[in-house]
T-cell receptor, first 113, second 111 residues
Framework: DAGVIQSPRHEVTEMGQEVTLRCKPI?????LFWYRQTMMRGLELLIY????????DSGMPEDRFSAKMPNASFSTLKIQPSEPRDSAVYFC???????????FGPGTRLTVT | SQQGEEDPQALSIQEGENATMNCSYK?????LQWYRQNSGRGLVHLIL?????REKHSGRLRVTLDTSKKSSSLLITASRAADTASYFC???????????FGQGTTLQVKP
């Protein structure tokens, strides 16, 4: 099993540009999570899906952030327009279901200049 | 908001020594999990302990949970240089998978 796959691994963009982060969860996992990690705020849950349905998006910071999961093997996190304060490492994780351990991807390091 | 608070924030020990990290949380939980993160990498799950369990072992790891004190500890015995990493506790209050992470303990094991 390849584990959780995220792309790109690094993204550098200018303020105002649209950014799309991608995630492929582990096959057979029903839950998918998007996190953001910064030095100041630590690791924060942004949104999670269960069986492709968004369950809790209370962690999404602003309307500029949106996430989709069109099928069980793919999810995107989009930031439009991006701002310098969005610079962070974004992690995707998946699990067999609620209450189970989560498998994290390697992360996407986003830098917005 | 952070549910878990970890103590200490940083720990430096010699190889072969034991390392103990503590985690305190505020609300009731269904389970508590510990993760490790090596610099520049994703998080790796170490151990999950459910609210009705008091202690769990996995190799050189020992986790305890005291729900009356709302606290947990992670003990790494006979530490190795490869254990150098950040360690996070995360609480699941609803069994939905919605984890709230602590700020982490940075462990340095000197060879």
């Amino acid at each position: 099993d390849a584990g959780v796959i995220q792309s790109p691994r690094h993204e550098v963009t200018e303020m105002g540009q649209e950014v799309t982060l991608r995630c492929k969860p582990i096959s057979g996992h029903n839950s998918l999570f998007w996190y953001r990690q910064t030095m100041m705020r630590g690791l924060e849950l942004l949104i999670y899906f269960n069986n492709n349905v968004p369950i809790d998006d209370s962690g999404m910071p602003e309307d500029r952030f949106s996430a989709k999961m069109p099928n069980a093997s793919f999810s995107t996190l989009k930031i439009q327009p991006s701002e310098p304060r969005d610079s962070a490492v974004y992690f995707c994780a998946s699990s067999l279901g609620g209450g189970e351990k989560q498998y994290f991807g390697p992360g996407t390091r986003l830098t917005v200049t | 908001s952070q549910q878990g608070e970890e103590d200490p924030q940083a720990l430096s020990i010699q190889e072969g020594e034991n390392a103990t990290m503590n985690c305190s949380y505020k609300t009731s939980i269904n389970n508590l999990q510990w993760y490790r993160q090596n610099s520049g990498r994703g998080l790796v799950h170490l151990i999950l302990i459910r609210s009705n369990e008091r202690e769990k072992h996995s190799g050189r790891l020992r986790v305890t949970l005291d729900t009356s004190k709302k606290s947990s500890s992670l003990l790494i015995t006979a530490s190795r240089a490869a254990d150098t990493a950040s360690y996070f506790c995360a609480t699941d209050g609803s069994n939905t998978g919605k984890l709230i992470f602590g700020q982490g303990t940075t462990l340095q094991v000197k060879p």
